[in-house]
């Protein structure tokens, strides 16, 4: 079975770092792509940053540009999402996705993880 796991989240004060895991199991291909997505009360979802193999392709929005860093371990089939200088607004619950068909439908997500809270406040 197709299993996506984030971890990581928690409470941070203004201008701290995180660093946020999503573990993935049972995807019924062997390239790497998954994206990071967020979600706040009374916000649209957001796909805040999106990994393709060995960095050959990335993506980030631009209200974190500078600030948060996505990689992967292959072997280990995990994907990482280094966040630095955190904003309040940068508060959500923080999702993983994958596509079900990486080659001809990489922008439809159909493999979602179960999220991971994290709090930016002083």
């Known amino acids: 079975q197709v299993q996506l796991v984030e971890s990581g989240g928690g409470f941070v004060h203004p201008g701290g770092s995180l660093r946020l895991s999503c573990a993935a199991s049972g995807l019924p291909f062997s390239v790497l792509m998954v994206a990071w997505f967020r979600q706040a009360p009374g916000k649209e979802r957001e796909r805040v940053a999106s990994y393709l193999s060995n960095g050959a392709g990335t993506y980030y929005v631009d209200s974190v540009k500078g600030r948060f860093t996505v990689s992967g371990d292959h072997a280990k089939k995990t994907l990482f999402l280094e966040m630095n200088s955190l904003r309040p607004e940068d508060t959500a619950i923080y999702y993983c996705?994958?596509?079900?068909?990486?080659?001809?439908?990489?922008?439809?997500?159909?493999?979602w993880g179960q999220g991971t809270q994290v709090t930016v406040s002083s």
């Open positions: 996705a994958a596509p079900k068909d990486p080659y001809q439908r990489p922008n439809d997500y159909y493999y």
